[in-house]
């Protein structure tokens, strides 16, 4: 069977809830116990956009920052301490909360009551009890905080909210875990309740340092343990060397840690790393440094850490990298004449071996211009031989005409003497 309504316990909680409500806006009402209020915010135009930011509120009995029903507000950089409550939140969303010192309130750092899709962002939650409390109130993100409070968080367990933005979570003071990878994010998370895990807790306290120059506003975090002091950023006057410095003490014989997020633009790589007067080879975590942001951890460290971007050593680095790459194409043109030398060489043979197929070519030329020679010798003579033959037949066809005419004659003379005689010899008879 499914159950719809509210048991006794959960009725008698909200009642008593809601008369504690209505008798501390009853005395805020008659009394001066609110450093800041805010109402009824509901829309994000200019006229309802309120914003506290850079104020010391101490001692305000009730409530250093309250909102009731109020959408899209801001809440940064202030150092709120010693209240009953730091931050009051009832019915308010989609507000921001950030950079913010909240620290020994009597109750609770951050309350939410019925609150949904605000954000908590890099504020140092110290010594309140707990740091958050968190009543039917969820979806709300959480994550670079520091938490250092004798009881963290108290929730009734009936919303999920978001601790990490899935690359970072948040500081806690309690936190087990190890990293054994060594990236300042802990390898196990840190549960708060069913609803509601940090998947990404951070080693060591989160900063963020803003650093203007003439150009923009670039921005260094740290997650260091024990918390780093006296950050400072300089550019050398004469040298131009871009130095960020910062102390870590470790403590005992445990030397602290540190990861470093430095912006490229403000400081290009490679970097020479320091702890006191000794350098050190920190570890570049590349799986998470891009183009625009460079991390580095540092471990066991006891001292002051520079991390020092050299104007003459990128000089160095640029003509160390000239001269590679003069080297490389020194390289390249070297493989290149080589491969010219080989080519020459062999159309040096194929020279040598057309040379060599023209002079057999030139000799069988002559051999044949000599054949071609006799040749026509022999035609001219055997020209010669035919004229004389033509010349001896004719002669001897001549001859032999001759002789048959003469002998054609001779034998005509020879008849017709023959018939004469024969005619002579009749006639003789008959004159006889």
């Known amino acids: 069977m499914r159950h719809t ?22 005395i805020s009402a008659i009394s001066p116990y609110r450093a800041i209020k805010v109402d009824a915010a509901a829309k994000k135009v200019a006229a309802d956009l309120q914003c506290a930011r850079n104020l010391a509120i101490s001692t305000a009995k009730w409530y250093g920052i309250s909102f009731e029903v109020c959408i899209d507000n801001v809440v940064s950089s202030n150092v709120i301490t010693s209240n009953f409550w730091g931050i009051f939140l009832l019915y308010s969303d989609e507000n921001m909360i950030s950079r913010n010192i909240i620290s020994s309130n009597t109750v609770e750092g951050i309350n939410f009551i019925y609150c949904k899709s605000n954000t908590i962002l890099e504020n140092d939650l110290i010594n309140n009890n707990p740091g958050i409390y968190l009543f039917n109130s969820g979806i709300n993100t959480i994550y670079r905080n520091n938490f ?8 009734n367990e009936t919303k999920r909210n978001y601790w990490d933005n899935s690359r970072e979570g948040n500081y806690w003071s309690d936190y087990a875990g190890l990293d054994i990878d060594k990236d300042g994010i802990g390898n196990v998370p840190y549960i708060i309740d069913g609803n509601n895990v940090d998947n990404r807790p951070l080693m060591g306290f989160f900063a963020l340092f803003s650093i203007a120059t003439e150009v923009k506003t670039y921005h260094v975090s740290t997650i260091c343990y024990p918390p780093i002091s006296d950050f400072n950023f300089s550019i050398g006057r004469e040298t131009g060397n871009r130095v960020i410095r910062f102390n870590v003490k470790g403590e005992g014989a445990n030397g602290g840690l540190c990861r470093v997020m430095i912006p490229t633009d403000l400081m290009k790589e490679p970097y020479i790393m320091m702890v006191g007067m000794e350098e050190i080879n920190a570890t570049r975590l590349s799986n998470i440094s891009n183009e625009t942001y460079v991390y580095y951890y540092l471990d066991d460290i006891f001292d002051t850490v520079y991390i020092i971007s050299s104007n003459v050593q990128h000089l160095y680095l640029d003509l160390r990298d000239k001269i590679f790459r003069l080297e490389e194409d020194l390289v390249l043109l070297n493989m290149s004449f080589r491969g010219l030398q080989y080519n020459h060489s062999q159309l040096q043979l194929i020279y040598l071996e057309l040379n060599s197929s023209y002079h057999d070519f030139l000799d069988h030329y002559s051999d044949m211009l000599s054949n071609l020679t006799r040749l026509q010798s022999s035609q001219i003579d055997g020209e010669r031989n035919t004229l004389n033959l033509t010349y001896s037949f004719a002669a001897m066809t001549a001859i032999f005409l001759i002789v048959i005419v003469y002998l054609s004659k001779n034998v005509h003379l020879n008849k017709k003497k023959s018939v004469d005689s024969k005619t002579g010899s009749s006639s003789i008879s008959l004159e006889n």
């Open 148 to 155: 250092d409070n004798p009881n963290q968080i108290e929730t």
């Open 5 to 26: 309504g509210f048991t006794t316990v959960e009725l008698i909680m909200i009642i008593a809830i809601i008369g504690i409500m209505s008798i501390f806006v009853i």
